[in-house]
């Protein structure tokens, strides 16, 4: 009951908050005051108040609950057997108040809750990895929950407010949603070991006219799929593209293994696989922007602490 000292004075001084409909707050801090002292001076002192008014409120809430609290002896007062029952029970109420307290004042600052993000891929090394690593840091009291999915997917999760966040390719313009482009990666084609163009520094996207890509149906697949057609249109021969419905790993070992070619961003090239070279295109305009998509309806401390991060390591990243 000790760590109840912390907040009693401010407590007791609330004396027209009621729980229920009886019982002063302030009776019962004082009442579990005297009961950890089992000493109404003593207790007076660590309130800050005259040792009759604790009197006084003691045995007022003993009278409003026809019950004897505590016995009065020459050297203090101990506690009835309902006494200890009903400190027991009360002390653990006002714990869980003030923890609701607490716990309404983080999730207010944002150190407390939980947040759901979005994602196309959590690559170990990757900007959007180190983001969820560093906010974890700075914040463990906030569960964040990853939800994979693609860029439609995370739209309608989004609007139906079961994602607070989504981090998608390119920069969407969307009229009932916020959207900050973060960070940007190197586009790269990706090759079997053994193909033709492996041992050049850089290729051109009419170097790959007449390819067979593969795609997945998750993830960034749809957006891989439109900027292979956008890319290599008017060329001939005209590109093969197929769609798996696989993980993004497993793209990358049917690449090795001959099935076709493919391309993604530079985190791509972070992921453990054999059989594959990656290849920068001399002619690809710009790096590809990642953003950020949120609701403007969602004003939680949260997200806002996630998208400060986010901005401030896109910023370092720029910088060098």
């Not at 050049?200 to 007449?210: H, N, R």
Request: net charge neutral; with cysteine.
């Amino acid at each position: 009951m000790r760590r109840l000292r912390g907040h009693a004075n401010d407590a007791f001084r609330s004396s027209e908050t009621l729980l229920g409909s009886r019982v002063p707050l302030a009776s019962l801090i004082q009442m579990l005051t005297v009961a950890e002292y089992l000493n109404f001076r003593h207790a007076a002192t660590a309130l800050g108040v005259a040792q009759s008014s604790v009197s006084a409120r003691v045995k007022a809430l003993e009278g409003d609950l026809g019950v004897l609290l505590f016995e009065r002896h020459a050297r203090g007062v101990r506690l009835t057997e309902a006494g200890r029952h009903f400190v027991e029970r009360v002390a653990a109420g006002v714990d869980q108040l003030d923890h609701a307290v607490k716990t309404a004042g983080m999730a207010a600052a944002g150190e407390f809750g939980r947040l759901s993000v979005g994602i196309h891929a959590m690559i170990p090394g990757s900007f959007l990895a180190d983001l969820i690593r560093q906010y974890r840091e700075k914040h463990p009291g906030v569960e964040v929950k990853i939800i994979e999915c693609t860029a439609r997917d995370a739209m309608m999760q989004l609007r139906a407010d079961r994602l607070d966040v989504a981090f998608v390719v390119g920069t969407p313009d969307l009229p009932d949603c916020h959207s900050r482009p973060i960070w940007n990666e190197t586009m790269l084609a990706v090759l079997p070991d053994r193909h033709r163009l492996v041992g050049q520094s850089e290729i051109t996207w009419a170097d790959l006219a007449g390819e067979t890509f593969l795609v997945r149906h998750g993830g960034t697949g749809p957006q891989v799929h439109d900027h292979i057609v956008l890319r290599l249109a008017g060329h001939w021969p005209a590109p093969s593209i197929l769609r798996f419905d696989v993980g993004r790993g497993t793209l990358l070992s049917m690449v090795g293994q001959g099935f076709g070619i493919t391309i993604g961003g530079a985190a791509t090239s972070l992921l453990p696989t054999s059989g594959v070279t990656f290849l920068p295109f001399a002619d690809e305009p710009e790096p590809v922007p990642f953003s950020a998509v949120w609701s403007p309806f969602n004003r939680s401390a949260a997200l806002h602490n996630l998208l400060s991060l986010a901005n401030e390591m896109g910023r370092l990243i720029r910088a060098d």
